[in-house]
């Protein structure tokens, strides 16, 4: 593990009783990549966001996070490290000012101002009771506790769930200023996936417990295309002969294709094949991740 690895995961497979919920899964996060982990429910998501922070063993297999076993971080370790959990797990007799003033004891490096920056931003009043607080409101002091000690690891877990579109750009700003030095390395897990685009450069994409996808975003930006295509005359033909063939919707002098193949050129010397009129463009994020994830 270099030093400049953030995140080591190596063969973890992790098993419930008779269910998998994660099998050979195998990454290298660099410092300063901001990682969207994505897929469906039951995917593996909060699986591996979990053993990252330690609070989950592997089965087999390791994670190493800092060169350390997840499992054995020590407090200093710890202390690099922010967290948020879609759960919003919160004392509920303490007020939101004792709730700050106990994370901030338990934070070397933990930034007041940034902190009473945020609880203004989010509306946040010292004085209020967590347990009386909308699950909105658990949410948006969830995400004060995890990122005011700047923290050189940000784990995500459907961090803006419960908010509201105001207040989850809000936060989008906030990464956006957390990541701008290019030294913090973040994982978020999400399923709004027009707010996880604006700030990752990386996609890990699961799949029931196995990696479907790792790579750069714009790579995978590059590599998906939709070709339109109509026959010059007559019909189309019955075998178009495209490399890469994802999905395919025909009419008798029509067809849209949605192709895979990281080769521009090889994909436009296989059209010049075709009597027919050629449309391409690149696929949207969301249509890659539709397609990855069901093959439509």
Request: aromatic share 4%.
């Amino acid at each position: 593990m270099s030093h400049d690895t953030i995140i080591s995961v190596k063969d973890l497979s992790r098993e419930f009783g008779d269910k998998r919920a994660l099998g050979a899964v195998n990454l290298e996060i660099p410092r300063g990549s901001v990682v969207g982990l994505l897929g469906p429910n039951g995917c593996g998501k909060t699986t591996l966001i979990k053993h990252l922070i330690g609070l989950l063993v592997p089965s087999h297999g390791e994670v190493r996070v800092f060169g350390t076993p997840a499992a054995e971080l020590g407090p200093d370790q710890i202390a690099r490290i922010g967290y948020v959990s879609q759960d919003a797990d919160l004392l509920t007799w303490l007020n939101v000012g004792e709730t700050v003033d106990l994370a901030r004891a338990h934070q070397p490096h933990w930034d007041d101002a940034l902190a009473a920056r945020l609880l203004g931003e989010f509306g946040l009043e010292r004085h209020a009771n967590v347990g009386k607080l909308s699950g909105g409101q658990k949410q948006r002091l969830s995400i004060v506790l995890g990122v005011a000690h700047r923290p050189e690891l940000l784990l995500l877990d459907e961090p803006a769930a419960a908010l509201d579109p105001v207040v989850r750009q809000e936060f989008l700003d906030l990464l956006m200023d957390l990541i701008q030095d290019g030294e913090r390395t973040i994982v978020i897990s999400s399923h709004i996936l027009t707010d996880v685009e604006k700030v990752i450069d990386r996609v890990l994409i699961l799949d029931r417990g196995h990696v479907h996808c790792f790579q750069p975003l714009d790579d995978l930006r590059e590599e998906y295309y939709r070709v339109s295509l109509r026959a010059l005359s007559g019909e189309m033909p019955a075998e178009l002969g495209l490399s890469g063939l994802k999905h395919l919707a025909r009419e008798r002098s029509s067809a849209v294709a949605t192709v895979h193949n990281p080769d521009r050129a090889v994909l436009e010397r296989e059209l010049a094949t075709l009597a027919c009129t050629a449309e391409v463009r690149h696929l949207e994020f969301e249509e890659i991740y539709r397609l990855v994830v069901t093959g439509k």
